[in-house]
Structure formats: C-alpha cells, structure tokens
T-cell receptor, first 114, second 114 residues
C-alpha cells in the first residue's frame, strides 16, 4: 500500500537551531512531493513542492527540501529556526495518474523555544 | 488569491443525525477533495471529485457520501453520524487538466459527535 512516513512526531528546538524533518514514502512510480505547514489556528498552506528537475527545492520562509529518489525521501530543512516556525508540518506525495490525490504523512509538530 | 471556504468552523451533532459539511471554492477549480485530520494520523482522503456530478472514493469513504451539483461546491454528508466521526474535516481544491497541481485548503470544520 502507498504510504508516507514522517519519522518525528514532535520536535522541540531552541531559536537559531537547525531543523531537519524526515519524510519517506513507499511508491514505486513517479511522484510529486509536497510539504505543507499548519500554523496554530490557521489553514494548511503550501511550504514547497517538487515536480521535476533540481532535487533541491526552496520554499517560503527559508525552508528547503531535498528529493533523494534512491532513498524515497524528501526531507525538509531550515538552517536557523525562529519562534514563528512553531507549527505542524506535513509531508505529502501525489502519485502520477491517480487523479491528483495526495497521500499525507502523520505530521510533525515543531515547537521552537524563544 | 484562491479562497476555499467551509460552512462552519465548529459543529456539534448527536449520534444518528444526518450532517452536511459544505465547501465552496472561488477559483474555478475542477478538482475538489474532502479529508479528515486526526492527531497522529495526518490527513486521510475521504472522497474527491474531478468534475460536476463525478465522485471517487478515497481511502476511508465508509460512513460518508458526497455531492457535487455545481463546480464550485462540494458537500460531504454523514448519513448517520457516529462518535468515531468526531474529527477535523478539511476541504481542498486544485486545477484539473494536469494532475500535478497543488491543493488549496479551507480552514476546516471541527465536528464533534456526541
């Protein structure tokens, strides 16, 4: 079955620390990859996406992610987190030819201490 | 800006009631989706629709149905609400044609079934 796994359920960091959130998926075909973020009390919004080309993609607010096809991974990184990055982060996979549906990971809650 | 709106932010219903959750998007998107979000499980797809009067089952359709009579509106129906349907429900939409488009999410409806 297709699935997306996020390794960390809850991550606690101090401001200025570096962040890496892991995401692995199980699907043998071509995929598009996404990271969404949900700030407290707000809509789910797109952080960044990978469709093709350069496997290192940059998103909003200084986030980036690297697609490693051989490892079926799409890890999210930020060199220096801020208190305002406190949110829940979701990795999602869109398999080709499945009507544009997304398969989400379980989510990682990030708490940044000021 | 894409806008996806949902009819209620909070809803409380009793077991056995018929429940309607409404979603409207204003960007002429072809695709619309209903997810439920539960802690530790991420978002799971209930139903989606490519076009008016068309619907496809997602990963967890049991106990739900949908209706899409107009392009901009996608309704989720709980025929007989049960306590295990207490959850946050998110609606999303995306452009059709290509399946490779990001989804835009509404604010969510937090449904409690007593």
């Amino acid at each position: 079955a297709q699935s997306v796994s996020q390794h960390n359920h809850h991550v606690i960091l101090s401001e200025a620390a570096s962040l890496e959130l892991g995401c692995n998926y199980s699907y043998g075909g071509t995929v598009n990859l996404f990271w969404y973020v949900q700030y407290p009390g707000q809509h789910l919004q797109l952080l960044l996406k990978y469709f093709s080309g350069d496997p290192l993609v940059k998103g909003i607010k200084g986030f980036e992610a690297e697609f490693i096809k051989s490892k079926f991974s799409f890890n999210l990184r930020k060199p220096s987190v801020q208190w305002s990055d406190t949110a829940e982060y979701f990795c999602a996979v869109m398999p080709y030819n499945q009507g544009g549906k997304l398969i989400f990971g379980q989510g990682t809650e990030l708490s940044v201490k000021p | 800006d894409v806008k996806v709106t949902q009819s209620s932010r909070y809803l409380v219903k009793r077991t056995g009631e018929k429940v309607f959750l409404e979603c409207v998007q204003d960007m002429d998107h072809e695709n619309m989706f209903w997810y439920r979000q539960d802690p530790g499980l991420g978002l799971r797809l209930i139903y989606f629709s490519y076009d008016v009067k068309m619907k496809e089952k997602g990963d967890i359709p049991e106990g739900y149905s949908v209706s899409r009579e107009k392009k901009e509106r996608f309704s989720l129906i709980l025929e007989s609400a049960s306590t295990n349907q207490t959850s946050m429900y998110l609606c999303a939409s995306s452009f059709g044609g290509s399946p490779y488009n990001e989804q835009f999410f509404g604010p969510g409806t937090r449904l409690t079934v007593l």
